[in-house]
DNA sequence: ATCAGCATGTAAGGCGTTACATGATTCA
DNA sequence: TGAATCATGTAACGCCTTACATGCTGAT
């Protein structure tokens, strides 16, 4: 794996249960995961270039009765390792980049008014997220419990948890903001 | 501001304060912002002298009592502008990069104890974390509530409600795994 | 004397986004 | 027929990190 292309381990995880198209992979990637990870197809792509050759994955044409090309990826034995070497790994970078925490630390510029809109804001869009999160939730809980669907299960509901502390803060800095 | 380069107003708000050097504005956000902001020197000073053309920020060196050369930023009105001009823009983008979670929703590859680790890691972790930001809560509610107090209390309090909720899901988390 | 911390900067290079380019298929 | 979605890729470019380079100051 490239020193810090994380894209690679996202890809070799989506491979380790099905075999995927680039664009398959993309979608993957703006469902369930998006919340905690993000990918674009100018990343996508060459990263899949240059798992092929690496040997960790394997391409071929889809023989689905003619039409258009389609390309589908799976996983090697030396992918797999290579996925299962990270996850063993401790370190894990775990990072927050929150642009409306920026705008409240520095929003004793502006009037209060300001930074409360903002909050706003950001409350709205937690709550939209929120209920997306439920519906996954649900699904995932309709499901029998294999192992894959415990894992995704967790992940989203790390996601309610912290989205419903973010939404409980919001009333409580608005209060605050408001004396 | 360069198009997309959030340091810039990073850096301005930090000089809404106080004057400060390179070195200081390093400092500053290795402190109370870094769990939801990151910044380099690779970064800040290209963009100190960046914004310097761009007269959003002026320079003068320390007269302080002889010694070593050390560059002060002074923020001028064009640069209170443009962090006013940003601080009332309604988006913002938050994004979260959580290769712990990232490895729990692909843990199903490897057997429960090795998630239950990364669980137990991570939880570590943010017990550490969780300690230094009630620490810096306890600072700011000592001092007397004036305005920017407040907002530096409110990203701190953002920070204990989120970390806090992430402890509760590592211990429901690490039940299920168990069944 | 030596080491940690103060202080400023540059260079290389990786990562990833956005925008572009192209074209097929499906559904209304 | 036209729009949305499927599908694959490239190019340009920007941001940022890591590592390097340099030297001063203050404390032990």
Redesign the pocket.
């Given at each position: 794996m490239?020193?810090?292309?994380?894209?690679d381990v996202v890809i070799l995880g989506l491979l380790s249960h099905e075999d995927l198209?680039?664009?398959?992979i993309k979608?993957r990637i703006d469902g369930a995961i998006s919340f905690f990870w993000?990918?674009?197809?100018?990343?996508i792509?060459?990263a899949?270039?240059a798992m092929e050759q690496a040997g960790q994955i394997s391409k071929y044409e889809a023989d689905d009765s003619g039409?258009?090309?389609?390309?589908l990826y799976h996983i090697t034995a030396k992918g797999t390792k290579v996925l299962k070497r990270w996850l063993n790994e401790e370190q894990a970078s775990n990072e927050l980049k929150y642009e409306t925490l920026l705008k409240l630390y520095f929003g004793g510029v502006e009037a209060p008014e300001t930074t409360v809109h903002n909050i706003d804001i950001f409350e709205e869009n937690i709550k939209e997220e929120l209920e997306v999160l439920k519906m996954y939730e649900k699904n995932l809980k309709k499901e029998k419990d294999n192992s894959d669907h415990k894992h995704f299960l967790l992940t989203v509901m790390f996601g309610i948890e912290t989205y419903e502390a973010y939404l409980r803060w919001c009333v409580k800095a608005r209060k605050m903001l408001k004396n």
């Open positions: 490239a020193k810090d292309r994380k894209i198209t680039g664009y398959d979608k993000k990918g674009s197809f100018g990343s792509y060459p899949l270039n039409s258009r090309k389609k390309i």
